[in-house]
């Protein structure tokens, strides 16, 4: 007999949906950044994000789950059917068409996109906030996000032509930390800068060639303010006029033989370096 809780959270009456089924085939455009454009919609996939997800209310507007991973999640099934979100039971081939991991786990949720206004965001009054400029790798651009808010950014701002936060390897990176912080697109980094600047921000830009040494400005006490870190792509860094429009250019000390440090490790050590001078 089919327990009640079991029969409360299903939308799929007439059985497990399979890849063909419209509502599956409409949510695997969403793996395409034009169609999550044009939907709003994104995909959040695995029993964490959809956790996170399911917490920030009014987000996920439809949650897909194989009958085994359903099981395996009571509550979320439990948690999305009280927040009147569609509950819809899938064939593990339906699943795998819609996630994008080798070994998938079983959950896929449609998430609302987040995106606050820059002005909205700053009204806020956020005392850290992370900027990806022209950040093309989701990867690193997920990890930065998760970083920022682990080391309790505001707000974390993609500007340019920067990688599309909802982009799959993005949203798994951040490892939930997308629905935790205030989410921004700005088509340009300099506005930005001169936004952070007018919110009483002092605006810093990581550069291996900077004229600042993170270590010294921690000797100095001049990480304790409001302050906001611009990082660049891992391959080209900071155009060179967003550099200039910072307040200072910062370089972290090499103390070993490494030539340098990747973007998200750079980026860890510059955010945990503010998060503890603000604290």
């Known amino acids: 007999m089919q327990s009640p809780s079991r029969g409360r959270r299903l939308d799929a009456v007439s059985g497990p949906f399979t890849p063909r089924t419209p509502r599956i085939v409409a949510a695997r455009r969403l793996q395409r950044r034009r169609d999550r454009d044009a939907a709003g919609r994104f995909l959040a996939e695995g029993p964490q994000a959809v956790r996170e997800a399911l917490a920030r209310a009014g987000t996920v507007t439809e949650l897909f789950g194989t009958p085994a991973a359903l099981d395996r999640y009571p509550d979320l099934a439990a948690q999305a059917a009280h927040a009147d979100v569609p509950v819809s039971e899938v064939t593990d081939e339906a699943l795998a068409a819609l996630a994008e991991t080798v070994a998938p786990q079983g959950l896929v949720a449609v998430c609302r996109h987040l995106d606050v206004p820059l002005e909205q965001a700053l009204a806020a009054g956020p005392r850290l906030v992370a900027v990806l400029a022209e950040i093309r790798d ?7 996000l998760r970083t920022a808010d682990a080391a ?3 707000a974390v701002i993609f500007a340019g032509d920067a990688v599309d936060p909802y982009n799959g390897k993005c949203v798994r990176a951040s490892a939930g930390s997308l629905f935790h912080v205030d989410v921004v ?4 980094p300099l506005d930005v800068v001169a936004a ?4 009483g921000l002092t605006v810093l830009a990581t550069t291996g060639y900077g004229d600042s040494d993170l270590d010294d400005l921690i ?6 303010a409001p302050t906001a870190w611009l990082f660049g792509s891992e391959a080209h860094g900071l155009p060179e006029e967003l550099t200039a429009a910072a307040d200072a250019r910062v370089r972290v000390p090499l103390h070993g033989r490494a030539e340098s440090l990747n973007l998200a490790a750079a980026a860890a050590v510059c955010l945990y370096a503010s998060a503890r001078a603000l604290r």
């Open 152 to 154: 309790g950014a505001g």
């Open 138 to 144: 989701p990867g690193n651009a997920g990890t930065v």
């Open 196 to 199: 952070l600047r007018a919110a």
């Open 219 to 224: 000797d100095y006490g001049r990480l304790a």
């Open 185 to 188: 697109r700005a088509p340009d």
